[in-house]
């Protein structure tokens, strides 16, 4: 059973940003995708800054506000938990400074966010959009440093699958989000709005399987809760050293067999062989080595 854990941070955070992705959408699809004052002429798909500048904009704040509390929340649990040796733990400086070189852009990002909802592109445009850069340019910067540092940790701990999956969870992101970051920033200084838009909703929702992709990353710490069970401890196996060490001792019997198949191959050889040795032929006469007869030199 998983239980109530950290890994509930990244849950909760990525339900609540989709969820406010979905209501501002739904609510412009549904209000017959009106054309607000704000939005220039010929561009007929809203932003979502645009939508969450109408009487939406409650939503907006507290949505983006929980989004990324929880989000950082994910970030320092998952911190706390490898000092702990909760889950894999920092083994280097390096290791170290990478996490919190990402919490330290996370939060950044979460300035940028939360302050976007509240300068509203309607009344502020141009400290909306110097805020939408922090957010996109903070996270992404904080999933380098994140990526950096799982690279590291999969250095030093190549049996664990799981470092191996988020890396490269969140190196596509990286990928997939910068180019669509880059693709957004030309659209918009282009003035093709409409194709900006689209952008703009996209890479919001691709966010979403990034905030996800922490429930990864904090699911094994609920195999860690005890002391003997920590990595690094003696007795104690997380469910993928369990799963990784069943593999070798698969192997390892395999090999087992595999050994006193021959051993017992060569063992009856052997014996053929001393057994033929047992006997010797004496004047065209084949003897028992037990019953031959003593030389006559004695």
């Given at each position: 059973m998983w239980g109530v854990s950290y890994w509930v941070f990244p849950v909760v955070s990525g339900l609540c940003w989709l969820g406010m992705l979905l209501g501002l959408l739904i609510h412009w699809a549904v209000d017959g995708k009106p054309h607000y004052p704000w939005m220039e002429s010929g561009q007929n798909i809203a932003y979502i800054s645009d939508v969450g500048a109408t009487n939406l904009k409650p939503l907006f704040i507290?949505?983006?506000?929980?989004?990324?509390?929880f989000l950082d929340l994910s970030f320092l649990s998952e911190r706390w938990l490898r000092h702990r040796g909760r889950l894999a733990k920092n083994l280097t400086r390096t290791e170290k400074v990478l996490s919190t070189l990402s919490i330290a852009f996370a939060i950044i990002g979460t300035c940028g966010l939360v302050l976007l909802?509240?300068?509203d592109t309607a009344h502020y445009p141009r400290v909306h959009d110097v805020m939408l850069l922090l957010f996109i340019a903070g996270y992404i910067i904080s999933a380098i440093f994140i990526c950096w540092e799982y690279q590291r940790l999969g250095i030093h701990f190549r049996q664990h699958r799981i470092l191996r999956a988020s890396f490269w969870i969140k190196l596509s992101f990286i990928i997939l989000e910068a180019c669509l970051a880059i693709a957004f920033a030309v659209t918009n200084f282009r003035h093709a709005r409409n194709a900006a838009a689209v952008l703009e909703?996209?890479?919001?929702?691709?966010?979403?399987?990034?905030?996800?992709?922490?429930?990864i990353d904090l699911l094994p710490a609920v195999h860690t809760k005890h002391s003997n069970r920590k990595f690094g401890s003696s007795s104690g196996e997380t469910e993928m050293q369990m799963e990784q060490n069943d593999d070798m001792a698969q192997a390892n019997q395999g090999q087992a067999r595999a050994h006193d198949a021959g051993y017992g191959r060569n063992t009856a050889e052997t014996d053929r062989t001393l057994a033929s040795n047992n006997y010797r032929t004496?004047?065209?006469?084949?003897y028992d080595m037990q019953q031959l007869p003593a030389s006559s030199n004695f």
């Open positions: 507290a949505g983006s506000a929980v989004t990324t509390v909802s509240i300068f909703w996209t890479i919001a929702f691709i966010f979403t399987f990034y905030v996800f992709s922490f429930f004496v004047n065209g006469v084949k």
